[in-house]
């Protein structure tokens, strides 16, 4: 059984005169065919938004943060039935959809709620006048986001967004369109207003294109990769629309040689979750030599062990690509990295014996310098290691690239730690340990990973027109 998925506009199921086939990663098989929307849709969408915009920005903090509170209701009743959906249609593991990711999806309702009750109103006086600053509602926000976690992508941005007094426009990406549409079922029974929270389905240039380009939209928030950024970029300048840019990256993981080795290897590990599809994932190793041979040996021989497949087993560590298209593009990476001399130390190729989607988890060594490896996301199981003599010259590798998403490194030396992380360009960085986030600090990328910082109130300040109102005394 295929579902029929349409856009939510208005309060309404819309349809498309075309549609679209949704595939599984996990089978490659139909899961939904899904309406192709394009420049009507998002005219009806944008307007619908911007007529339910003037009522729901005057609605008082208290009554929003309650609604949001319903929505992080009704996305904890139904984390089984989000769980499995979205599993079938991105791939990745249920056992993190049902533990981690889907009750983060209702924090991230619950935070931004409970952020704004507490988001103050600021007042100082100027020779007796009082200056009064307010974070005032913005109006429509266009949101686009990628495959990768699509809920948990999506409810970041709608969150703050909707606690703000916004309405929102949402267009998910073309292989991952279920959750957002089970998403606005939720806000229904929750009781959010009609028109507030809208979704238009379909292909990126097609949707996103007249979205991003809509004179009635006041914010774009944007979390995907760097080529479809610029283009959003260009489409938002005439209009001048402010940008938030959450894209991708190319993360060192420092290894020093007075890192306890069995963490560096457990952090090494790590980056192979949700089978590299991860924006944050540490892809490039860079190891001290002294340590190189011994890290080496223990890392490739607990690589050998992460059980690869079907996503919906509990026991599965790292489950498909997301597509025939994605695969062959991590392939063509592999593929080129070992013509440039590269060698693959374990995997580099599709997995043969799962067919399909599934491909092995990597890792490279001998990679030439500024080679396309070394320097461009490949966003896959695809792991490069190299080796460093000293801080300089691992500070110097790490910055090396045009990304500045974040960064990780095993040290047992607390200044060291605090000296080369004072010196890492990256948004997140982290000290011992990997992927601790807290609602509360600031997220975004460096150089190409990004523009601008969300999280915390950083996210009211993007969502928000901040006002000084100066009255004489
Ligand atoms: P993508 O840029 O191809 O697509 C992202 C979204 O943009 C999709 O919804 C797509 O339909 C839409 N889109 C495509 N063309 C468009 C256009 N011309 N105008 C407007 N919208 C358009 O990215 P992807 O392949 O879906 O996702 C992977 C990328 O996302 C990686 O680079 C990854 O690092 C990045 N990412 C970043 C973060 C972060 O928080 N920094 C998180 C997850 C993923």
């Not at 490279?364 to 199981?381: C, M, N, Q, R």
Request: aromatic share 8%.
């Amino acid at each position: 059984m295929t579902f029929e998925v349409r856009h939510w506009i208005g309060g309404e199921r819309v349809g498309s005169a075309e549609t679209f086939t949704d595939v599984s990663p996990i089978d490659e098989q139909p899961i939904a065919e899904v309406a192709r929307g394009g420049a009507a849709e998002v005219d009806l969408a944008v307007a619908a938004a911007a007529r339910a915009f003037p009522a729901w920005a005057r609605t008082s903090r208290e009554e929003r943060a309650r609604l949001l509170h319903a929505v992080a209701d009704g996305v904890e009743k139904r984390i089984e039935e989000l769980a499995q959906l979205e599993t079938s249609d991105n791939g990745a593991l249920i056992r993190s959809h049902r533990r981690g990711v889907m009750p983060r999806v209702a924090h991230n309702f619950r935070f931004f709620a409970d952020r704004l009750l507490r988001l103050g109103h600021e007042d100082f006086e100027t020779r007796g006048h009082r200056n009064h600053v307010s974070w005032d509602p913005a109006g429509v926000c266009a949101l686009i986001t990628p495959w990768n976690a699509p809920l948990m992508l999506a409810t970041w941005k709608i969150a703050p967004a909707l606690a703000a007094g916004d309405t929102v426009v949402l267009k998910p990406a073309e292989w991952t369109p279920l959750t957002a549409s089970l998403l606005a079922d939720i806000m229904v029974e929750a009781g959010v207003p009609d028109g507030v929270f809208n979704v238009v389905q379909g292909y990126g240039a097609e949707v996103g294109g007249p979205l991003t380009a809509h004179p009635d939209v006041r914010r774009i928030s944007f979390t995907g990769s760097v080529p479809t950024a610029k283009t959003i970029a260009a489409a938002a300048a005439p209009n001048l629309t402010p940008l938030s840019l959450e894209l991708g990256g190319k993360s060192p993981l420092l290894i020093f040689a007075d890192a306890d080795l069995d963490l560096a290897v457990d952090l090494a590990v790590e980056q192979y979750d949700n089978a590299g599809q991860v924006c944050l994932a540490a892809t490039r190793l860079l190891v001290e030599s002294p340590i190189a041979d011994a890290f080496t040996e223990r890392l490739l021989a607990r690589v050998a062990e992460i059980r690869q497949g079907d996503p919906r087993e509990e026991s599965t560590d790292i489950g498909p690509q997301i597509h025939r298209r994605h695969v062959e593009r991590v392939d063509g990476f592999v593929r080129r990295a070992k013509e440039a001399g590269a060698r693959a130390l374990i995997g580099g190729g599709p997995n043969e014996d799962l067919g399909g989607l599934y491909y092995r988890p990597t890792l490279f060594a001998g990679a030439a310098e500024g080679s396309e490896i070394l320097t461009e996301e490949v966003f896959g199981p695809v792991l490069t290691l190299q080796t460093f003599d000293s801080e300089e010259q691992a500070v110097a590798m790490a910055n090396g690239t045009r990304y500045g998403l974040a960064a990780t490194l095993a040290t047992g030396d607390p200044e060291r730690a605090e000296r080369v992380s004072a010196r890492l360009v990256s948004g997140t960085t982290w000290v011992n340990c990997f992927f601790v986030r807290d609602l509360r600090a600031p997220f975004g990328g460096s150089r190409q990973s990004g523009m601008g910082r969300e999280g915390g109130d950083w996210s009211f300040d993007f969502y928000c027109d901040l006002k000084n109102t100066v009255t004489a005394p």
